[in-house]
């Protein structure tokens, strides 16, 4: 008897030398893509009927007596963008002799602003407007107010990329 063959053994297959693993480190020169931009979204839409409002500056202001206290010549917002006043060419002869004073937007009443030649009333008389300090550009604001009180508006100082 001859002793028995060992059973063959199985060759184990060749390993193939995996392909390197893609590097993740960004090179300092590798371009990044930018994020996506922002989509703008569509303006909102608001329609106004014609007779519900009107432009105001140029009509005339009364008082509630019915006295003339002169046209609006402009509105005066604060940095926080909210109305404050509207500045009133106030007395005078076809602009001679006129000066510009600012009321409180509050003591105005718009009963029908529709019709142009409505006029605004405010809550002042002749004689409150006549001695309320005159508007001048550049210069501290008095708003003159139908309540009688003095508030001044308060705002933290400018920073140099606001000015």
Request: charged share 20%; hydrophobic share 40%.
């Amino acid at each position: 008897m001859q002793p028995a063959a060992p059973p063959p053994v199985a060759s184990a297959p060749e390993k193939q030398p995996s392909p390197p693993a893609p590097q993740t480190a960004s090179k300092p020169d590798a371009a990044v893509p930018a994020p996506p931009a922002p989509v703008a979204k569509p303006p909102s839409v608001t329609v106004i009927d014609a007779f519900d409002a009107k432009g105001i500056l140029g009509r005339d202001v009364r008082s509630p007596a019915s006295e003339n206290m002169g046209r609006i010549a402009d509105v005066v917002v604060d940095r926080a963008g909210q109305i404050r006043g509207a500045v009133i060419d106030f007395g005078g002869f076809l602009g001679v002799g006129s000066r510009k004073i600012v009321v409180d937007w509050g003591a105005l009443h718009f009963w029908n602003v529709a019709d142009k030649t409505a006029s605004i009333t405010l809550d002042l008389t002749r004689e409150q407007v006549r001695a309320a300090p005159e508007y001048k550009d550049d210069q501290p604001i008095v708003v003159l107010g139908a309540s009688g009180t003095l508030t001044p508006l308060r705002f933290p100082p400018l920073t140099m990329q606001e000015r």
